[in-house]
């Protein structure tokens, strides 16, 4: 059981919440993601990445999109509700060093995960650069965050509400392309479409170049192989040899392919869930 | 089918008892050894195909008394030998002959601490049954005592009469034991270190208990139940539980030690690393290792459409690829959520094939079909990367190979496709790297399994190992033997401790 102790919503569909979970925080590295349940008998497992952690609280905070079942029931539990099942850390934690030049690029949701990374960047001694990506100005999240570690922050957005009209790939080639700017180090985390960009982005200019996959996962210790990839001809598991890896090895139509596995079903889940939302609606009202 | 409905069966033994049992002399060996073996009554075929209830039904206890009288008490009883914990056999198969359940559970605990699960998954046919005098003078192991399901019978019926008494625990020692992963062998080290009186902590990483008996072995075999009544007999005696807890990863296992203060640790997290053939296509949509395809089963209840938010794949015509315990409950499992076809794909032949006779009987009942003698050589994939088929070879048997088994040899050119959109890969389980990774000082072989001494001790003081993880993907009783050898060594360190 992990007690929620503050809950707030970052925008549209996006939540942030500090969850109690003091042995996670002891051990926690950046890069690592916990798998929770919202009920423990029919719940389904989803892994979200540790976004923060906070020592003295004794908590890790969470950032989410909802996006079916299981994070629209997330969104839906507040600050004193326990969360039944939460496990974790797992995964490698990301390999932090002083690289030289380094550039984050977070897009959408994945601005949350690579928060932490940005931060062990930074305080490893790097320059860093983020590059922040989102549909529109209200989808953008952790600004202000991303702001206070960057020596350089890029907003993006797709429709030109916010910062440059462009997609994060943009200026991600500008700074590869100029020998002054060049990283020695790229990270991108985001839509699996905007990691293999990114990845294509960068191969050109040889900058090592890590993503870090959101596969479908179910145990999240190594023992169902569902969340397989495939990296460089070789089959990997996110969930113990991840989640990051060289986007350049990284098989991304395969792992996207994968990711729709069970596409009709969970929007058959959702439907069935958002029709009990409105059943709920209805009830509301006639009290 | 041969099968008797359960009115038959319980019609024929009706008479078999009376003649066996309302006698004024006892029965002679010679009739004893005619005595038929029982049946075991089960659902039938046409109605579990469509349910996730237990198959086997289990013995009435006119029949258990009949079945109990074919033992002939042998004076070197080989069934003991063969069994691996050595339960007595024939003391307790007296005491059931003799109307006398309870004295015959007290028998079988003596060495056994999970009767119910054994007696419903042990490989009989190969252990304590194989070389059973009344098979071998039937000329065939199918005629031997029926010593699982006897053991089953009196396992049930002292849980029906709800008077199991949790064992008697000796007074607090003040030393703690942790436990990691709560398989047959973490959940039989919990019960022999908690009688001795040492404070036990169970750590589980998944949300529910059992290791692969609750995430592997299907309901219709082996049901929840009676996983949860040991659990709940542990919880009487005081073991605590630590789910959602992965050792390594939540806590490094020597803080274990280090920082919380345990002073012995067991480690038994099994073989959790599920195998891959390494062929084209096994990464498309629709491949499934065994281990996810019935953990979504069993574990998330996915088989439970309606309340269950985690999905299974929806299939119409499936291939499992293996013939073991895990490809038959892969088979089995995909029959009961809805696949039309289901194929089971072995190289070898039904001889070598090895899952339990009774598995393979009742997968074949139900309706799984068997492809003998052939393997798959790739997955073929349409444009959204979902299996569409697998290209299969097939195989003739040569010369006998170093397990003595004849080897498969492929016929060239004898490709052909099998129309299937979904495959399971059922072809074994690697031991799970987890904890060994995250503890370097840990020693293991080349095949990743912990290296213990005859007492079961790792290469750390004071961290024991059993099961799986030790002896590699193997059953259920050789990880509850383990564990027992583990629990004795423990309880002989921490006295020797104080
Ligand atoms: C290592 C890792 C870290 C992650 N970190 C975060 C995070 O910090 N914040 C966040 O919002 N999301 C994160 N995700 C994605 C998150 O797990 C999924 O959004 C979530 O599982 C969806 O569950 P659902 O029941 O709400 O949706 P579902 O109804 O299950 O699915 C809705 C859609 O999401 C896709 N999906 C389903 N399961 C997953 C999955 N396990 N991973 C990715 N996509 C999936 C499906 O293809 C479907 O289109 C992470 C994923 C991984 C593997
Ligand atoms: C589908 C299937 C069918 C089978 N059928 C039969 C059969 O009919 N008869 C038979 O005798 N045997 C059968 N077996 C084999 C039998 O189930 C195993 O040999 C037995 O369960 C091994 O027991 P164990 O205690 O060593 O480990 P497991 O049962 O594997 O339990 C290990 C537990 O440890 C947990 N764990 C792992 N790592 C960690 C960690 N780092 N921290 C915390 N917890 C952890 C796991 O989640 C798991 O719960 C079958 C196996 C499978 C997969
Ligand atoms: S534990 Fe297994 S091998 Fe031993 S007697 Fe029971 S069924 Fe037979
Ligand atoms: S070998 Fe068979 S007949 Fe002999 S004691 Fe054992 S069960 Fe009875
Ligand atoms: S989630 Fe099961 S192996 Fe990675």
Known sequence: MAKILYKEQLSADVYLMRVH??????????????????????????????????????????????????TTELSQFNVGDDLPVLVGPLGKP????????????????????????????????????????????????????MKAIADNLIICTDDGSYGRKDLVTAPLKEICENEATKPNMVIAIGPPIMMKFCSLTTKPYGVFTQVSLNTIMVDGTGMCGGCRVNVGNQVKFVCVDGPEFDGHLVDFDNMMARLSSFKGLETEALHKCNVDKEFEAKLEEKK | MSHLSQAEINEQVKILFDQIFNRTTPLTKKEQLAIPPQMMPAQDENIRRYNLEEVAVGYSAEQARVEAMRCIQCAKPSCISDCPVSINIPGFIKHVAEND?????????????????????CPQETQCQLNCATGKFNKSVDKAVAIGRLERFVADWEREQGTIKPPIVKPETGKKVAIVGSGPAGLVVAADVRREGHDVTLFEAFHKLGGVMRYGIPEFRLPNDIIDQEVSTLEKMGVKFQKNFVVGRTRKLLDLMKKDGFDSVFIGTGAGLPMFMGIAGENLVGVFSANEYLTRANLMKAYDEEHSDTPFFHSKNVAVLGGGNVAMDSARMALRLGAE?????????????PARVEEVEHAKEEGVQFLFLQNAKSIKGNEKSR?????????????????????????????FMLDVDTVIVAIGNGSNPLVSQTTPELTVNKWGNLIVDDKMKTSIDGIYAGGDIVLGAATVILAMGEGRKAAAAINEYLLEER
């Open chain 1, 21 to 70: 979970a003091p042995l996670i925080v002891e051990e926690r590295k950046a890069g690592q993601f916990i798998i929770l349940q919202t009920n423990e008998e029919f719940g389904e497992r989803i892994p979200l990445t540790i976004a923060d952690a906070n020592e003295a609280e004794g908590s890790i905070t969470l950032i989410f999109q909802v996006v079916g079942k299981t």
């Open chain 1, 94 to 145: 990301t390999h932090i060093e002083n690289f030289g030049k380094v550039v984050c690029v977070g897009g959408g949701i994945g601005v949350a995960p690579l928060h932490p990374i940005a931060q062990a960047l930074k305080a490893a001694g790097n320059e860093v650069t983020t590059i922040i990506g989102a549909r529109n100005k209200d989808l953008i999240i952790l600004e202000k965050e």
């Open chain 2, 101 to 121: 359940f309870q004295s015959a559970i007290d028998v079988i605990k003596e060495t056994s601490l999970l009767p119910s699960i054994c007696g419903r998954v």
């Open chain 2, 341 to 353: 076809n289901v194929y089971v794909v072995y190289r070898r032949t039904e001889v070598e094939m």
């Open chain 2, 387 to 415: 299996v569409v088929g697998m290209e299969c070879l097939r195989y003739e048997l040569g010369e006998p190979d170093s397990s003595g088994r004849r080897r498969p040899v492929v016929i060239e050119g004898s490709e």
